[in-house]
């Protein structure tokens, strides 16, 4: 099965620090995503990799910034940590080629609180 | 625009089958999914329908696909009390190669 692991399950920053979110896949998957997920909002989507060192800029990229530097690892990160960012981060990643049917998966996600 | 609807709220009792509906605006989108969310976890694939089918069924699960009305349903059998959740419709188009999600419909099941 696939497995997609986030560092952390509880986060809790102060206002202007740097937080650093990791998500590790397991199964050479080629697409990694982050979503940030609020009540009422649904998933939105902040940034996207379609390969190693390549990002692009999804729905909500404010404030965020990404790094994949090894095909496994995609890093989230906050320059400055503010309270509108305190929400449930999900990491998810899927496969390419017409057998993989898309599928995203997704890790259990992070919860992070800027105070 | 884009913008995938689902009904808020869903009480049923155990034993009862479940009906949770969702509308999609995409007509090119190739895949639609439902996902399971408990609570302070991720999201997990429940089940999946390619564009060109009309209905899926995986055990208790039963996906209905309706393109003409860009409607999508999963019924859930006999509903147990594990099956309280958020569920997640979403599609994905491969023409923009996008995910768009619902805004999720939660499910509690009384005893």
């Known amino acids: 099965d696939v497995k997609v692991t986030q560092s952390s399950r509880y986060l809790v920053k102060r206002t202007g620090e740097k937080v650093f979110l990791e998500c590790v896949q397991d199964?050479?998957?080629?697409?990694m995503f982050w979503y940030r997920q609020d009540p009422g909002l649904g998933l939105r989507l902040i940034y996207f990799s379609y390969d190693v060192k390549m990002k692009e800029k999804g729905d909500i990229p404010e404030g965020y910034s990404v790094s994949r530097e090894k095909k496994e690892r995609f890093s989230l990160i906050l320059e400055s940590a503010s309270t509108n960012q305190t929400s449930m981060y999900l990491c998810a990643s899927s496969d390419q080629g017409v057998a993989a049917d898309e599928k995203l998966f997704f890790g259990s996600g992070t919860q992070l609180s800027v105070l | 625009g884009e913008d995938v609807e689902q009904s808020l709220f869903l009480s049923v009792r155990e034993g009862d089958s479940s009906v949770i509906n969702c509308t999609y605006t995409?007509?090119?989108?190739?895949?639609l999914y439902w996902y399971k969310q408990e609570p302070g976890a991720g999201l997990q694939l429940l089940t999946y329908?390619?564009?060109?089918?009309d209905m899926k069924q995986d055990q208790r699960l039963t996906v209905l696909l309706n393109k003409k009305d860009k409607h999508l349903s999963l019924r859930i059998a006999d509903t147990q009390t594990g099956d309280s959740a958020i569920y997640f419709c979403?599609?994905?188009?491969?023409?923009?190669?996008?995910?768009?999600f619902g805004t999720g419909t939660r499910l509690k099941v009384l005893a």
């Open positions: 199964m050479d998957h080629e697409n």
């Open positions: 329908i390619f564009s060109n089918m």
């Open positions: 995409d007509s090119s989108s190739t895949y």
């Open positions: 979403a599609e994905f188009s491969s023409g923009t190669y996008k995910y768009i």
